[in-house]
């Protein structure tokens, strides 16, 4: 009969060694993840996304509210009146050109695609945060004192398991 434990200790090692390494792969794409959201999101700067806070305008009497005109209020045209971002005055208007509504729909239309990708790429960076907080765990897991763990929550797809560790003085 073979003895099978001498052969285990350096399975185990190579074993750690690969995980190591996925550790450190995890790592690697984790931080690319998280410098293109960093640059997807200077890049947008979250124009035109919808704002929680409202532009509140006071007048005096009830007749200025029915007579209250939004876009001779902000010095603008009727069109752009309803823009939340970029909405020129009409002394711009006079001397520069502005973009048309053919062209603000393409505008609006890629913005619309660079948020969905920021918002993709948000979600892809906390699914590898979870799984490196998983595979830390697993790492733990492999190393000895078994019983002196106990689980305090199963591994779920958004969050990893949970143990408790005994307390063990340290000499």
């Known amino acids: ?9 350096p ?4 074993k750690k060694m690969m995980q190591a390494q996925d550790i450190r792969y995890v790592d690697y794409k984790l931080s690319a993840e998280a410098k293109k959201v960093e640059k997807l999101q200077s890049q947008l700067h979250l124009i035109g996304h919808s704002a929680k806070n409202k532009h ?3 007048l005096d009497s009830k007749e200025e509210v029915k007579d209250f005109d939004l876009a001779k209020h902000l010095g ?8 939340t971002f970029n909405r020129p005055r009409t002394e711009t208007l006079q001397f520069q050109m502005v973009v048309g509504a053919e062209d603000f729909q393409k505008v609006v239309k890629d913005r619309e695609q ?4 920021l918002h993709q790429r948000m979600k892809r960076e906390k699914q590898l945060h979870i799984i490196r907080q998983k595979m830390d765990i697993k790492k733990t897991l ?5 019983s ?7 591994e779920t797809p958004d969050a990893p398991a949970v143990y408790k560790w005994r307390q063990r003085r340290k000499r």
């Open 142 to 146: 492999m190393n000895k004192g078994k």
């Open 76 to 83: 603008t045209t009727k069109e752009l009146a309803s823009r």
């Open 1 to 9: 009969m073979r003895n099978f434990r001498r052969r285990s200790a």
């Open 56 to 58: 509140t305008f006071f």
């Open 11 to 14: 399975h185990q090692n190579r």
């Open 114 to 117: 660079h948020y969905s990708e």
């Open 148 to 154: 002196a763990r106990k689980l305090v929550t199963m």
